[in-house]
């Protein structure tokens, strides 16, 4: 079979199964009330099917074994590490997926004090799921407080399970207290949100309204309608990559204003956001400072360097507008910018971009994927320092919306080109159909990026 028509019958398979799904859950809703007291069950249903490109994890490593052959002790050298056979396997294997998600979703309050979510996926897993991006991409992933997730199958399909959300609520008039795994937005910016540190999401995303959530009590003093200190614990794996972090907000001659302070990953953050009208526009800025953590344990040696070090101190910021055109329905603009002052670069050699996600370590010769200290806890992570955005958005009917999103890279010149088609023929029912393509050198930010085609359907009950 082809890979086309591969590609194909793993989503037709996958829209099948979410139907199926979908159709046997329909009847969920509100399962018991007592007054103020309720217990709702609802959930969605998720089909992810997908077409790019990867690469091998054999071939990789096949490649690697011509760099550290087992019976040479000498390392190459950082240019003949860069120029490794392996990184010339990247991109080479094509890939489809279909991810059929069941999310469901259990609401329940006691009063109007306390309340609980719990919402748990359900995911099967059909194509190539072992890729050198999926795992490098799993290792730098954050890690959970409370490990709720497992798998059972691999390639070419699996079953995998997790907790997507699980926090008990408190309210009151002047506090409010969540715990347990929930998300944290901070930040005023559309594609890029730097003073984020719990839950950024990159505007390349082909599910943008898809958190992982972190693991945090997180408690919010409320001093007025347009006021409030929150302050936030997230626990890491070990005391050092705990997360604790103040963001008072509120407003001042009509701007809407937020001042962060905290600690991630032991890299000290100071940032504040901005946000207000321009006239018939919005405009927004957001501005980070970042001191990563210090210590022996705490540096990196990023390919090429003369020796490990701290990391110095960097700044971010974004500043965006938007602006909606009087055309038909409405012609909604977007344009921002990302200033990143701890890119990663572009490297050199077979490696390219990857070379940033390497280091050398320090004790015995070697190279390994990098630590997240290398972001001083940021999860705004690019290789170019400056990036530009401009999304327009357009709804032909209620039902059908188009969108396209682009993005330049200055410093490398290339871009990426992501437009989009949204149609709701039911409303129980919601299809997306997205295309990922770039232009640009191979020593650029999005260069050496794969085609991607995509469909989303979502069955609501």
């Given at each position: 079979?082809?890979?086309?028509?591969?590609?194909?019958?793993?989503?037709?398979?996958?829209?099948?199964?979410?139907?199926?799904?979908?159709?046997?859950?329909?009847?969920?809703?509100?399962?018991?009330?007592?007054?103020?007291?309720?217990i709702?069950?609802?959930?969605?249903v998720?089909?992810?099917?997908?077409?790019?490109?990867?690469?091998?994890?054999?071939?990789?490593?096949?490649?690697?074994?011509?760099?550290?052959?087992?019976?040479?002790?000498?390392?190459?050298?950082?240019?003949?590490?860069?120029n490794?056979?392996?990184?010339?396997?990247?991109?080479?294997?094509?890939?489809?997926?279909?991810?059929?998600?069941?999310?469901?979703?259990?609401?329940?309050?006691?009063?109007?004090?306390?309340?609980?979510?719990?919402?748990?996926?359900?995911?099967?897993?059909?194509?190539?799921?072992?890729?050198?991006?999926?795992?490098?991409g799993?290792?730098?992933?954050?890690?959970?407080?409370?490990?709720?997730?497992?798998?059972?199958?691999?390639?070419?399909?699996?079953?995998?399970?997790?907790?997507?959300?699980?926090?008990?609520?408190?309210?009151?008039?002047?506090?409010?207290?969540?715990?347990?795994?929930?998300?944290?937005?901070w930040?005023?910016?559309?594609?890029?949100?730097?003073?984020?540190?719990?839950?950024?999401?990159?505007?390349?995303?082909?599910?943008?309204?898809?958190?992982?959530?972190?693991?945090?009590?997180?408690?919010?003093?409320?001093?007025?309608?347009?006021?409030q200190l929150?302050?936030?614990?997230?626990?890491?794996?070990?005391?050092?990559?705990?997360?604790?972090?103040?963001?008072?907000?509120?407003?001042?001659?009509?701007?809407?204003?937020?001042?962060?302070?905290?600690?991630?990953?032991?890299?000290?953050?100071?940032?504040?956001?901005?946000?207000?009208?321009?006239?018939?526009?919005?405009?927004?800025?957001?501005i980070?400072?970042?001191?990563?953590?210090?210590?022996?344990?705490?540096?990196?040696?990023?390919?090429?360097?003369?020796?490990?070090?701290?990391?110095?101190?960097?700044?971010?910021?974004?500043?965006?507008?938007?602006?909606?055109?009087d055309?038909?329905?409405?012609v909604?603009?977007?344009?921002?910018?990302?200033?990143?002052?701890?890119?990663?670069g572009?490297?050199?050699?077979?490696?390219?971009?990857?070379?940033?996600?390497?280091?050398?370590?320090?004790?015995?010769?070697?190279?390994?994927?990098?630590?997240?200290?290398?972001?001083?806890?940021?999860?705004?992570?690019?290789?170019?320092?400056?990036?530009?955005?401009?999304?327009?958005?357009?709804?032909?009917?209620?039902?059908?919306?188009?969108?396209?999103?682009?993005?330049?890279?200055?410093?490398?010149?290339?871009?990426?080109?992501?437009?989009?088609?949204?149609?709701?023929?039911?409303?129980?029912?919601?299809?997306?159909?997205?295309?990922?393509t770039?232009?640009?050198?191979?020593?650029?930010?999005?260069?050496?990026?794969?085609?991607?085609?995509?469909?989303?359907?979502?069955?609501?009950?």
């Amino acid at each position: 079979m082809g890979f086309l028509p591969r590609a194909c019958t793993l989503a037709l398979a996958g829209l099948g199964l979410a139907t199926g799904l979908a159709t046997s859950l329909a009847n969920a809703g509100e399962i018991w009330r007592s007054g103020e007291a309720y217990i709702d069950l609802g959930g969605t249903v998720r089909e992810i099917a997908l077409v790019s490109r990867g690469t091998s994890p054999e071939a990789f490593d096949t490649g690697l074994g011509q760099c550290f052959p087992p019976a040479v002790p000498a390392v190459p050298g950082p240019a003949e590490f860069a120029n490794c056979p392996a990184f010339g396997a990247v991109g080479d294997k094509r890939v489809a997926t279909s991810t059929t998600r069941l999310r469901l979703r259990l609401e329940a309050r006691a009063n109007r004090h306390w309340s609980a979510v719990i919402s748990f996926d359900n995911e099967f897993l059909a194509g190539t799921l072992d890729t050198f991006e999926a795992s490098i991409g799993a290792a730098l992933a954050g890690r959970d407080f409370f490990d709720a997730s497992g798998q059972i199958g691999e390639d070419p399909v699996a079953y995998r399970y997790s907790l997507y959300r699980g926090y008990l609520n408190f309210e009151s008039k002047y506090l409010e207290a969540a715990v347990g795994r929930q998300r944290i937005p901070w930040g005023v910016g559309r594609l890029w949100n730097p003073i984020d540190r719990f839950n950024a999401i990159r505007p390349l995303a082909l599910q943008p309204g898809e958190s992982p959530g972190v693991d945090a009590i997180n408690a919010r003093i409320l001093f007025s309608d347009f006021s409030q200190l929150q302050l936030v614990f997230a626990p890491g794996p070990d005391a050092h990559d705990h997360k604790y972090a103040a963001r008072l907000q509120g407003m001042a001659q009509n701007i809407d204003y937020g001042l962060v302070a905290g600690v991630f990953n032991g890299a000290m953050t100071l940032g504040a956001d901005f946000s207000g009208n321009l006239g018939e526009a919005a405009g927004r800025a957001e501005i980070v400072y970042t001191r990563p953590a210090t210590g022996a344990d705490r540096t990196v040696w990023p390919v090429g360097a003369p020796g490990p070090a701290p990391l110095d101190d960097f700044w971010q910021l974004v500043v965006s507008i938007d602006y909606n055109i009087d055309w038909g329905s409405g012609v909604y603009v977007l344009a921002e910018h990302l200033y990143n002052g701890n890119a990663l670069g572009f490297g050199f050699g077979l490696a390219g971009p990857l070379l940033g996600f390497f280091e050398q370590t320090a004790n015995i010769p070697n190279y390994a994927p990098t630590s997240a200290d290398r972001f001083g806890g940021s999860q705004v992570i690019t290789r170019s320092s400056q990036l530009t955005g401009l999304q327009v958005g357009y709804e032909l009917t209620p039902e059908l919306r188009l969108s396209a999103l682009v993005i330049y890279d200055w410093e490398g010149e290339s871009a990426v080109f992501f437009p989009s088609v949204a149609y709701s023929p039911l409303a129980w029912l919601d299809l997306t159909l997205g295309l990922q393509t770039t232009a640009g050198g191979r020593y650029s930010e999005f260069g050496d990026a794969p085609t991607t085609g995509y469909l989303l359907a979502d069955f609501y009950f």
